[in-house]
């Protein structure tokens, strides 16, 4: 299952890739249509040519494109969350192994010598911290861990939506 996220989703975006989905940003469509923002007609075209999901805060873009979009409704990212869970039976347990870039959706892939990105992290993350991913985008190359922002995501799941 891919998505594209509407720019009101930006956080939204982040968290989907995090858990693994395939997760298209429109406002990261800016440079590739070289508009801003982009308008839903091309974010339309987007999604059915590459197969994805619209989710959207936009309603009258929700209706254009009714037949393969998700209207979120209220605010807040653990909202939009369980919404997708009700919608779309997301399941949202975290590995790292099958986890995208939070910022360009790129896949990541384990560190093999943890001495390799010693220079990419801070000093006390690299002591505390043994196995590492990184992007594989070569313009981004984002070093990940199972850290305790990942946990706090985890908890708040489990405490405000009851999810395994």
């Given amino acids: 299952m891919k998505f594209l996220t509407d720019g009101m989703l930006g956080k939204l975006t982040r968290f989907l890739r995090i858990f693994g989905y395939d997760t298209i940003y429109a406002n990261d469509l800016e440079e590739f249509f070289h508009v801003n923002p982009v308008p839903d007609e091309k974010l339309i075209d987007y999604a059915k040519k590459d ?7 936009d309603y009258p873009l929700y209706k254009s ?17 369980i919404q997708l869970k009700e919608k779309l039976s997301l399941d949202f347990k975290f590995n790292i192994e099958k986890a995208r870039c939070s910022i360009c959706n790129s896949r990541l892939k384990k560190i ?10 801070l000093k006390n993350t690299f002591n505390h911290y043994d196995e590492f991913f990184q992007c594989i985008n070569l313009q981004c190359k984002k070093i990940y861990w199972y850290g305790t922002h990942i946990i706090d995501i985890i908890s708040r799941l489990k405490k405000k939506f009851d999810f395994d």
Avoid: C
């Fill in 51 to 57: 197969d994805r999901i619209i989710l959207t805060k």
């Fill in 65 to 81: 494109f009714f037949e393969k979009s998700i209207y979120l409704e209220g605010e807040g990212v653990y909202n939009y969350l």
């Fill in 112 to 121: 093999e010598e943890k001495e390799l990105i010693k220079e990419l992290v």
